[in-house]
């Protein structure tokens, strides 16, 4: 791992122009490159050790240097840790499949030499010593790697190879790994001048080769010669090391797997040449099983790291793992793919804003024509499936046109049947979702394997704001619940090729359907809002907006009675300037004309309920003056109508003009100021810290009638863990913030539908005094948010807190705030009782707390959360 805080100059782009800079080759030598990979022994270390890439275990990423064993016994780095992954692993199937080494990282020693100067293994976790552990993995089957360091001291200050003045351990310390019995050693690079490695890291891969051991040699020696500009000499480090990291580490997020496989296209030619049986790029570890990956970008990260031909080390608790990352992690044709004896890493053959595609060469090979496998990746924030398409000649250069090739699906989700002619186009979700198939032709019987995978996960924050002026018109005196088909739907509206993803009518009858049906209705979801691409490209001969009449058919009116059948409301959208986002009519004429009127009385008699008003193609320093314009036709349209607004969203990006927020409040019932949502926690994150940062002012403008809007709930889409949608649901919550669901009803997972039908959430959401959540720390990766609540007893407020935590690495960990600085006003002798809002829907009660005590909470990374409600007895 590296040690950021002595790296402040570590980027991606001094990797990239680093590595681009060596790309004056000529194109000669380029297609030399390509081909030697598929050659066995080209560079490589020529020992006999991993032929194919290395599968294991890895502590790092999931337990980090914690050492606490009294506080974290589960999680602490000790031999028992090492067993208990291990037990697993031959016993879950893992060994079986190619899993057989399980790694130490940091912290395993203690923090002096002995007087022999060999290093001692710490004595209160590691009791048995080193070679003990060795042995008991030995008798499983397995093999035992462990950690040092180039530097006098390892990454987290313990004693590591290099010594001072020249001095080093390397010759005792090989000794003493193969004595102990280590069959693999992970060599970091902190502590020490990158310029030195290309003499330091070829001396311990030295001692190793003469300790009369075999031990793979893990090394970071280019990834810190990156970091400092160092061109590395990649020949030499595939002549000397087994694996080899040259990129940062890697975090529990789908933006930090998205980087590495961005990284690794972006110097595609570079690794390919330095990659093969032997000698293998490392991307890191895998981070399946832990909480910040969803499942579809669990099965991306699996995918693309098999292309790679990477090392397959999970960083992961085999304990716990659940059952669906339990099957891509042991998924077989996909292990094949990764461990192909040929070991070439793929090739990107595309890529453009958001879409790429890769492709590796694999056995068989039929009539000197290899197999191939494929990948389609869709990194769009919004929107559901959509198709990708690539022809056959850009994936497969030999290929024939004209050949027939049988299409299974490798992660079995499937069979897709037979492709024939010159395109190979799959249907993809977005959001990090992932389809991996395997193609045969039937004429030559040669394997194609091709793979489809992943859209990008976009997760998002919001922040809500505590009371201020309201609109006193009887709407919206909580926050507006039900679903908008935006984030998850945009504005397809090609109902042919996506019948049921496209912007029609029956899409939004069956999301009705589906909330009348599915228990959403009685919770409080009860709008269904229409957004873009609805009506036809011109008005009427009356200057009346028209539906359009292939998508709606039956017209407005007509869908608005069937929502109102069901118990239901019917949203519809607008904008601003003289056309939508997307291009269609909207509300604003030219020369000072509009349709404000006339669209608002339409909209009445079709039985509207909630319009949207969005902010395209209109100045925004008219915007004071035509929003309330539109509301004031809407106030006299006859008919109750929520106004959403997203003035402040677009003056927000104009630094001279003040927003009035007060105005804002006057008029609108909702009112977004920050971009749109996605489907990633990246975004997710971002919104919650915004509405962090600007905690003081928006709290002011918050409130029944009025409330702040950091855009749709996109739980049940593609681009977040489980754990990351508990979180995201839980601060929309504390925001008081509207909870517009954007995804499919129809196919939503139990999971999900359980956090957004949680009661005891909602009710915060829905608390009648509409207070928007304080932040009351960020610290690092972790933040901490209170918000007053009902019930009140004897005049003292209950209140909702949030723990959350986004750190990319490590376990669960304990986060503690004495009550007394949760809640200021708490009196000494008053008893707070502590709920779990996630547990039992708060009716399990974890303990009873005073103003003096902590209140201590068990949270886990990668975005995860621990949402209470202190009440006051």
Known sequence: MINYKNNKHFTQNNIHKLINSSKTMSKAIICLAFIAVAIAGVLARDDGLVRTPPMGWLSWARYKCETDCKKYPKACINENLYKEQADRMVSDGYKELGYNYVNIDDCWSEMERDAQQRLVPHKQRFPNGIKALADYM???????????????????????????????????????????????????????????????????????????????????????????????????????????????????????????????????????????????????????????????????????????????????????????????????????????????????????????????????????????????????????????????????????????????????????????????????????GCRMYIKIQYIDTINILEKQSLPLLVCFALLAIECGLAREDGLVRTPPMGWLSWTRYGCETDCKRYPKGCINEDLYKAQADAMAAGGYKELGYNYVNIDDCWSEMERDAQHRLVPHKQRFPNGMKALADYVHSKGLKLGIYGDVGPKTCAGYPSQNGVNGSNYFSIDAKTFAEWGIDSFKFDGCNEDPHHFDDLYPKMGKALNESGRPMVFICEWPLYQGGHPDIKINYQAIADTCHVFRNYGDVAQNWGSIESIINYYGDNNDLFTKYNGPGHFFDPDMVVVGDYGMSHEQSRTHMAMWAMFSAPLYMSNDLRDISPEDKKVLQNKAIIAVNQDKNGFMARRLQRKDSEQVWTKRVEPQVNGQWSYAVVYFDTNGIGEKHYMSQKIKTLIPEAKPDTEYVVHDLYLDEGKEILSTLKAADNLELLVKTGGSCRMVKLVPK
Request: aromatic share 10%; charged share 25%.
């Open 138 to 432: 030995h008798s499983k089957g397995l093999k035992l790697g462990i950690y040092g360091d180039v530097g006098p001291k390892t990454c987290a200050g313990y004693p590591s190879q290099n010594g001072v003045n020249g001095s080093n351990y390397f010759s005792i310390d090989a000794k003493t790994f193969a004595e102990w019995g280590i069959d693999s050693f992970k060599f970091d690079g902190c502590n020490e001048d990158p310029h030195h490695f290309d003499d330091l890291y070829p001396k311990m891969g030295k001692a190793l080769n003469e300790s009369g051991r075999p031990i793979v040699y893990i090394c970071e020696w280019p990834l810190y010669q990156l970091h400092k500009g160092i061109k590395p000499n990649y020949t030499s480090i595939a002549n000397t090391c087994h694996v080899y990291r040259n990129h940062g580490d890697i975090g529990d997020s789908w933006a930090s797997i998205s980087s590495i496989i961005k990284f690794y296209g972006e110097n595609n030619a570079e690794f390919i040449a330095h990659n093969g049986p032997g000698h293998f790029n490392d991307p890191d570890m895998l981070m399946v099983g832990d909480f910040g990956l969803s499942h579809e970008q669990s099965r991306t990260h699996m995918a693309m790291w098999a292309m790679f031909s990477a090392p397959l080390y999970m960083s992961n608790d085999l304990r716990s793992i659940s059952a669906d990352d339990k099957k891509i992690v042991q998924n077989k044709a996909i292990i094949a793919v990764n461990q192909d004896k040929h070991a070439i890493m793929a090739k990107r053959v595309f890529v453009d804003k958001h879409r790429q595609a890769w492709v590796k060469q694999v056995e068989p090979k039929v009539k000197d024509q290899w197999s191939h496998v494929v990948v389609y990746i869709d990194e769009s924030g919004i929107g559901d499936r959509y198709y990708m398409s690539q022809k056959l000649s850009t994936l497969i250069p030999e290929a024939k046109d004209l050949s027939d090739y049988k299409v299974e699906d490798l992660f079995g989700d499937e069979k897709i049947g037979e492709l024939k002619g010159s395109n190979l186009e799959l249907l993809l979700a977005t959001g990090g």
